[in-house]
Nanobody, 120 residues
Framework: VQLQASGGGLVQAGDSLTLSCAASGRTFSSYAMGWFRQAPGKEREIVAAISSGGALTYYADSVKGRFTVSRDNAKNTVYLQMDSLKPEDTAIYYC??????????????WGQGTLVTVSS
């Protein structure tokens, strides 16, 4: 599966932004999807994940209550709605796919990143 993330940009603290990740192939609905981010000088971390059918979700503590992950299997797309953005959310955001629900395990497929910059 090939993944293409988009939707990043420069916003102010408190603003909202929605990232999208479009997948190719007819097996998108077979994959659990994850959103990760990597800030300058920091390791990559998982932000959120959603199961293949969308029934299960996972969020990092740092984004709980502010970010919402969703997916539309008919459109082969997963979304990350980010509200109440903070400067510390500034990072390159990546989407990834894996078979099976294990949010913090290895992901087999990765998209290119999209940069989110939150100014104070």
């Amino acid at each position: 599966v090939q993944l293409q993330a988009s939707g990043g940009g420069l916003v102010q603290a408190g603003d909202s932004l929605t990232l999208s990740c479009a997948a190719s192939g007819r097996t998108f609905s077979s994959y659990a999807m994850g959103w990760f981010r990597q800030a300058p000088g920091k390791e990559r971390e998982i932000v959120a994940a959603i199961s293949s059918g969308g029934a299960l979700t996972y969020y990092a503590d740092s984004v709980k209550g502010r970010f919402t992950v969703s997916r539309d299997n008919a459109k082969n797309t997963v979304y990350l709605q980010m509200d109440s953005l903070k400067p510390e959310d500034t990072a390159i955001y990546y989407c990834a796919a894996r078979r099976g629900w294990a949010p913090q395990a290895e992901y087999a497929y990765w998209g290119q990143g999209t940069l989110v910059t939150v100014s104070s």
